[in-house]
């Protein structure tokens, strides 16, 4: 894997011009993407795996911590080449020439991303929040999002830098499960066997691949740095080392988390427990009060959202940039260079899907359209191949995108009918919406 230029141009290594104001340095962009796949899915990720293999926590989120890899890649080289804001979209619109292909893959994006925002925000004005202050979840969830465009709209230096403060206290949560741990096993309590155990008649390997497809999804999150690369300085140098630092930071962290969750308690009682990092600490015996683990998961969603919403706003702009969307969605901020009706658009899609209250399917749903996203950016490294560009961007090894192809088809396979079909009528609305873009143009001109 190497930075290099195009053979038969010139490495200039300037950064294409752009209207957005480029604020995000290295370290920033690394905090941003680290939050944004660590997020709050951590905090529960736990009980879900080990009914599927036991107290080898650490077997599958390595595992899909590899996977992740391979189309992580296909964005490093990507992201280098052509860095704009739309991501995917763009990435489709320029390999497949096809107006409808890459509107979709724009609307996948969106559709993930206003319905993961709708979701946080429900999540944070629930139980969490209770553990505070006792109030209705929706009008909550509301003033939430409106919060989160405010923050938005002020600028992407303010929005990334409040993004590092909350991704340390994400990190200090599950530091804290870590030290319990290993002042349990300090004490000579604990149970470091289980690390190796798989339920009983479960092939290991079985056990692990179906494991590491729902580990993976705590992955997923990687692919919204590639909406904000009009805002980052040198990304050609900048963007492969942040990625790729903040998925292995976070793969480590993982792995590490689950092994002392199966050293702190049976995989039984993981299973059981909605909160199971809460157990862990609890089972650890070193007197934490539960408040502590409620300000930090809050604090997780809030961060979650944020990003979220910066991904969203900023694929709404790029496409409309590019004649995706309606061309208001372009305006922007005088002063703040921030784009603004993107922003107000993407928040009130998602104001609108917590009044729903039932996101649990479409939310299963956008993680099968994301797959198809993530297919069709690995094919677009392959295409792209042939279209040569001025200053230095980033080159992955061809088997990389080809891998990251299989991966996701072995994921899709895995998705259950319910979940086929509300992606199907989640794609026929987005073809509907595509036509009547196209239809009001032509009228117009």
């Known amino acids: ?92 619109a320029r390999a497949f020439k096809r107006p409808i292909v890459s509107f979709l893959v724009g609307f996948c994006m969106l559709a993930a991303g206003v319905t993961s925002a709708a979701g946080l925000a429900l999540a944070f004005s629930g139980e969490y929040l209770a553990t505070f202050i006792d109030v209705p979840a929706v009008p909550a969830a509301i003033v939430f999002l409106a919060l989160v ?44 066997s289980r690390v190796g155990d798989f339920p009983d008649g479960s092939t290991p390997a079985l056990a692990i691949l179906s494991g590491a497809i729902i580990a ?63 157990a862990v600490v609890g089972a650890s015996g070193v007197g934490i009060p539960d408040w502590v683990f409620s300000a930090i998961a809050l604090v997780a969603v809030a961060n979650g959202a944020l990003l979220t919403m910066i991904m969203a706003s900023r694929l709404a702009f790029g496409m409309a940039e590019n004649k995706l969307l309606p061309s208001a969605l372009g305006k922007v901020l005088p002063n703040r260079g921030t784009p603004w009706a993107a922003i107000a658009a993407t928040t009130v899609v998602a104001m609108l899907l917590t009044i729903t209250g039932d996101l649990s399917t479409l939310a299963e749903t956008v993680v099968l359209l994301l797959l198809f996203v993530f297919i069709s950016t690995n094919v677009a490294v392959l295409v792209l191949r042939r279209d040569r560009v001025e200053h230095k961007h980033f080159r992955i090894p061809t088997v990389i995108p080809v891998l990251g192809v299989a991966s996701c088809v072995l994921l899709l396979t895995q998705q259950s009918a319910k979940v086929w079909m509300f992606g199907g009528i989640l794609l026929a609305i987005g073809v509907v919406l595509h036509f009547a873009a196209t239809w009001v143009r032509r009228r117009a001109s």
Do not use: H
């Open 216 to 278: 993976y999804y705590s992955f997923v999150g990687f692919e919204t740095s590639a909406n904000v690369a009009e805002e980052i300085r040198n990304p050609s140098r900048v963007y492969p080392l942040a990625l790729f630092g903040s998925l292995i930071t976070a793969g480590v962290i993982y792995v590490l988390v689950g092994l002392a969750s199966s050293i702190a308690l049976p995989s039984a009682e993981l299973s059981e427990s909605s909160g199971p990092l809460l």
């Open 149 to 192: 465009a405010c923050l938005n709209a002020r600028g992407i230096s303010e929005s990334v830098k409040s993004n590092v403060a909350m991704t340390v206290i994400e990190l200090s949560g599950l530091v804290i499960v870590l030290v319990a741990v290993a002042i349990m096993l300090g004490d000579g309590n604990g149970e470091v």
């Open 1 to 92: 894997m190497t930075a290099e230029a195009d053979s038969g141009t010139q490495a200039t290594g300037d950064e294409p011009a752009s209207k957005l104001k480029r604020k995000i340095t290295g370290p920033l962009l690394f905090f941003f993407i680290l939050g944004d796949v660590l997020g709050a899915g951590i905090y529960a990720l736990m009980g879900v795996l080990s009914e599927e293999v036991g107290g080898a926590l650490w077997a599958p989120l390595l595992v899909a911590l590899l996977l992740a890899l391979l189309t992580a890649g296909s964005y490093a080289e990507l992201v280098t080449k052509y860095p704009q804001a739309g991501g995917a979209a763009i990435f489709a």
